[in-house]
C-alpha cells in the first residue's frame, strides 16, 4: 500500500459498495423465503405428473437452492467489504495521525513516487538560528515515525491483498451459480486460505522427511478445515495430484517412513478419511487450478505412480481417498470412464484378473478391512454418496460385442454368442473379484458390498445408507434402466445375490422405493394393452419414469432378498407402509374420477391387498429358507431388523416408500405429512408392528411350517387393519366390510406367492 493512496484515499464507492451489498442481501434473503417458502414447499405439494414430474419439481429445487446459495455467498461477500472497508478506514486513521504526531515534532512525511517514502526533520536542532525553539526531535524520531508508518502501509497493503485474494477465490468456486462459502468476517476466510498453503507445503515434502509433529499438524487441520471450500480448494491446488499420491502412498508404507509408520500407525485411518473429506470438497470447486487438478488426477491415473520404478497405479492410490466425502460428479464420471478403460487393457477386456496384492505390497487402505488395491473397492464407495455419477457410470458399456470375450444365449436357441456388456453387468455378473483374508481369516466383502451400495444410490437417487426425502427426486429412464437390470439379473441367476447376503441391505432399500414399479409388474397387465394398462397406472401412479418389470423376474428377486434380514424388513415394512397410503388413497370420497380406477371399492381393497399380500408371501418364503439352518438365532434377527425399520419412520427420519403429500407428488413421504394419509399410515406402523421384536420362532428348522402360517396370518391381520384405518380415516360405514374383504384378498395373495415361488425359484423350499 503507497503512502498516499491511503494518505489520500476515498472511500465514497467503497461505501456505497459495501451499502449496496447489504440491500443485495436483505433483497436475496427474502428471494431466498419466498423462493423456499413459495416455490419450493409448493412444489413439494403439488400433484405432478408428464414431463413436469420428470422437469419442472426438480428445476424448482434446485432453483430454490440457488437463491439460498446467492444470499450466503452475497452475505459473505459483504461482510469482507465491510471488514475492509472498516480496516482501511482505521489504518488511513491512525496514519493520519501518526503523521500530524510528527508534525509536531517539526518530522515531515514525504512519498518517493515509487511506492517508497522518507521522513525527514525540517530542521535540525544543531542548526536553529539563536533563540528559535524548535520541536525536542533527533534521529530516533525519524527512525520511530518511519517503522510506525511503515507497519500501518503494512497491515494496510495486507488487509487489501487479502481481501482481493479471497473474494476472488470466492468467485472461483462457482464457474456458473453461485458456491454458497460461507464466512463470517474476512479474517476467516484468509486464514482458511493461509492455513492451506501451510499445511499443502508440509505434505509436499517428501513422505521420508515427514515427522509425526507434521504428520499430527496436517492431519488436525484438514479435520477442522475439511469441509472449508477454500481451504480445500488452496490445499488441493497448492500440492497438486502427483504429490497428493505420493503423500498417501508414502505414508500409508511403513517401509518408507518407519517412524510415521510405527508411531502414528494407529492415526492413518483418520487421515485418510480427513483427507478425503478434504478432496472430495475441493472438486466441487470450478476454479481453472481445481479443472487442471482433476484433468490431471484421472491422467494419472494409469500410470505407476514411480514411473519406471513401477508402484501402485494412481487408481489404486486416489480411490481409497475416495471412500469418504462427496465428490464432483463430473470428475467421478471421467474417473470412471477412465478407470474401466484401465481395467480392460490390465484383462483384457475382463477376461483375466487384475489388480492382486502381492506380499509385500502396502496397505493402501486404512478404513475396514481390506487393502485398497483394487481401485473398484473405493471408487464404488465414492459414487455411493454421488448418485448422478453412479446411475451414468453403470450404464455405460464396459466392452463392446465384437471385443467381448463373454458368451451367452440371448435367443434362447441353446446357442451361444457374444454379448456387450454395460459396467453394471461386468461388475456384477462377470468380474472375477480379488478375495481377501480378514483379520479374523473370513474372506472380506467389502468390494461387493460397496458395489451394492453404489447400486442403492444409482437406481434411488440418493446416497445410500440414506432415507429418501420429500426433495428426493423422481426416477428418472437411466435409473428406471438400471433397476430393470438388475431384477432380470437376479431373476436369470439369484445365486448372484442369495450367495452374496450381505448385498440384501442394499437390494431391500431398493426394492422399497420401486414398490409401485413391482405392483404394477404383479398385476400381469401387458404395457400394450392401452385401456387396462391405463388403469394399472391409475391404480398405482408413479411420479417419474417407471421401471418395466417381468412378473417372473421380480418374484425371483424378492424371494432372494427376503433371505437377508436388512433385505426383507427393508422391503415388509415399506410393502406395508406403501398398502396403507394406497387404501388412504383410493378409498376417498374426494379423488377425482381422472385419478380414480374404474371399478368399484371392494375390488379395489381386494386388488391393492392381494399384491401386498404376494409381496409379503414371497418375502415370507424367502426368510423361511434362510431360518431353516440357523434357527432361532436368525430369525430373531429378521425381527429386530423390522423393528428398525418401523421405528425409522414413525420417527420421522424418513420413509422406505410412501405416496406423497397428493400421492402423485413422489413415490416417498416423511412421518409429519398430515390429514388422512399420515393417520392411516400412524395406525398401521404402531398397530400392526408392535410385537414385532416378540414372535420369533423357536427351533426354527423344525417349525418352518408354523413360521409360513404365521406370516400368512399376520399379513392378512396387518392388511385388515391397514384397510380398516383407512375406511376409518374416510369416516366410511362400511370399515368392517372392507377390513374383511382385505384379509381375504391378502391370503389369496400369500398363497399365490407359495405357487408362483414353488414353480419359478431355485433351491429348496420347506413345506408347511
Known amino acids: 500500500m503507497e503512502l498516499d493512496a491511503l494518505r489520500h484515499a476515498n472511500f465514497a464507492l467503497l461505501n456505497e459498495a459495501v451499502s449496496d451489498w447489504g440491500t ?6 427474502e428471494l431466498k423465503k419466498d423462493a423456499e417458502d413459495g416455490l419450493h414447499q409448493a412444489a413439494n405439494k403439488a400433484n405432478w405428473a408428464g414431463v413436469n414430474a420428470q422437469v419442472s419439481k426438480e428445476f424448482i429445487g434446485k432453483t430454490a437452492r440457488e437463491f439460498k446459495d446467492a444470499h450466503t455467498q452475497a452475505r459473505t461477500i459483504h461482510r469482507i467489504l465491510r471488514d475492509t472497508r472498516n480496516e482501511l478506514k482505521q489504518f488511513k486513521s491512525d496514519l493520519e495521525a501518526a503523521i500530524d504526531r510528527g508534525a509536531k515534532k517539526n518530522l515531515t512525511v514525504v512519498s518517493t513516487g515509487n511506492g517508497g517514502f522518507t521522513v525527514s526533520m525540517n530542521t535540525h536542532p544543531d542548526r536553529a538560528a539563536e533563540d528559535t525553539e524548535v520541536p525536542d526531535h533527533d534521529e530516533s524520531d525519524v527512525h520511530a515515525l518511519r517503522d510506525e508508518i511503515e507497519k500501518i502501509l503494512n497491515k494496510a497493503s495486507t488487509s487489501d491483498s487479502s481481501a482481493s485474494q479471497v473474494l476472488r477465490a470466492i468467485a472461483d468456486q462457482a464457474e456458473m451459480g453461485f458456491s454458497g462459502a460461507d464466512y463470517k468476517d474476512r479474517d476467516s476466510a484468509a486464514d482458511a486460505l493461509q492455513k492451506a498453503e ?27 478445515y475439511q469441509d472449508d471450500p477454500l481451504f480445500s480448494e488452496c490445499f488441493a491446488t497448492r500440492l497438486g495430484p502427483a504429490r497428493t499420491l505420493e503423500f498417501w502412498a508414502g505414508l500409508s508404507d511403513p517401509a518408507v517412513n518407519r517412524q510415521v509408520g ?13 483427507l478425503g473429506m478434504t478432496l472430495a470438497s475441493a472438486s466441487q470447486s470450478d476454479s481453472t487450478a481445481m479443472a487442471t487438478w482433476k484433468y490431471d488426477m484421472v491422467e494419472l491415473g494409469g500410470k505407476p505412480l514411480h514411473g519406471d520404478r513401477g508402484g ?20 467421478l464420471k471421467n474417473y470412471g470412464t477412465a478407470l474401466m478403460e484401465t481395467d480392460r487393457k490390465l484383462t483384457h477386456n475382463g477376461e483375466h484378473k487384475a489388480w492382486t496384492r502381492s506380499g509385500g505390497d502396502p496397505l493402501l487402505n486404512h478404513i475396514g478391512d481390506d487393502s485398497g488395491t483394487d481401485p473398484f473397492t473405493g471408487y464404488l464407495k465414492g459414487l455411493s454418496n454421488s448418485p448422478a455419477a453412479a446411475t451414468d457410470f453403470f450404464n455405460q458399456e464396459y466392452v463392446a460385442k465384437e471385443d467381448s470375450p463373454f458368451e451367452r444365449d440371448t435367443d434362447g436357441n441353446g446357442k451361444k454368442g457374444k454379448v456387450a456388456l454395460t459396467n453394471f453387468q461386468y461388475l456384477f ?7 481377501e483374508p480378514t483379520l479374523n481369516g473370513e474372506t472380506d466383502h467389502t468390494g461387493r458390498n460397496n458395489l451394492a451400495l453404489a447400486l442403492e444410490a444409482a437406481t434411488t437417487g440418493h446416497p445410500a445408507g440414506e432415507m429418501p426425502t420429500i426433495d428426493t427426486s423422481f426416477h428418472d429412464r437411466d435409473q428406471a434402466k438400471l433397476f430393470e437390470d438388475i431384477v432380470a439379473s437376479i431373476g436369470d441367476d439369484p445365486s448372484r445375490l442369495t450367495e452374496k447376503n450381505y448385498m440384501g441391505d442394499s437390494m431391500g432399500q431398493m426394492a422399497s422405493e420401486y414398490l409401485p414399479d413391482i405392483n404394477r409388474a404383479k398385476s400381469d397387465v401387458d404395457s400394450d394393452s392401452k385401456e387396462d394398462w391405463e388403469n394399472i397406472t391409475r391404480l398405482f401412479p408413479i411420479a417419474g419414469t417407471g421401471a418395466e418389470l417381468d412378473h417372473s423376474n421380480v418374484t425371483k428377486f424378492l424371494f432372494a432378498v427376503g433371505q437377508s434380514p436388512d433385505g426383507y424388513a427393508a422391503v415388509e415394512v415399506g410393502q406395508k ?9 383410493h378409498l376417498d370420497p374426494e379423488l377425482p374420477d381422472d385419478q380414480r380406477f374404474p371399478s368399484d371399492q371392494r375390488t379395489v381393497v381386494q386388488y391393492i391387498s392381494e399384491r401386498s399380500g404376494e409381496i409379503s408371501g414371497t418375502l415370507a418364503l424367502g426368510r423361511q429358507e434362510a431360518v431353516v439352518e440357523p434357527a432361532n438365532e436368525k430369525d430373531k434377527e429378521y425381527d429386530h431388523r423390522i423393528a428398525q425399520y418401523k421405528n425409522w419412520i414413525s420417527g420421522g427420519t424418513g420413509t422406505a416408500v410412501g405416496v406423497g403429500t397428493s400421492f402423485i407428488a413422489t413415490p416417498w413421504i416423511g412421518a409429519g405429512v398430515g390429514g388422512a394419509t ?13 410385537d414385532a421384536e416378540g414372535h420369533a420362532m423357536a427351533d426354527a428348522a423344525e417349525k418352518a411350517g408354523e413360521l409360513w402360517l404365521g406370516a400368512q396370518k399376520l399379513n392378512g391381520e396387518q392388511t385388515a387393519e391397514a384397510a380398516r384405518a383407512a375406511g376409518d380415516a374416510h369416516h366410511l360405514k362400511n370399515t368392517d366390510e372392507i377390513s374383511t374383504w382385505s384379509r381375504e384378498a391378502a391370503r389369496q395373495g400369500v398363497l399365490n406367492a407359495q405357487n408362483l415361488v414353488s414353480g419359478q425359484a431355485p433351491g429348496s423350499r420347506t413345506e408347511s
Open 24 to 29: 443485495l442481501v436483505r433483497h436475496l434473503d
Open 262 to 274: 510405527f508411531d502414528r500407525r494407529d492415526d492413518l485411518d483418520d487421515l485418510q478419511r480427513n
Open 678 to 690: 399420515s393417520a392411516g399410515t400412524s395406525v398401521l406402523l404402531e398397530g400392526v408392528f408392535q
Open 577 to 585: 407402509d406403501y398398502m396403507g397410503k394406497l387404501m388412504n388413497y
Open 429 to 435: 455378473e462377470e468380474r472375477d473379484w480379488q478375495e
Open 198 to 224: 501451510e499445511l499443502a507445503r508440509i505434505a509436499a515434502k517428501k513422505p521420508e522427511d515427514l515427522t509425526p509433529e507434521e504428520f499430527d499438524r496436517i492431519n488436525k487441520g484438514l479435520s477442522e
Open 312 to 331: 501402485p497405479f494412481g487408481f489404486q492410490v486416489m480411490s481409497n481417498l475416495m471412500r469418504t466425502g462427496d465428490y464432483d460428479d463430473q470428475f
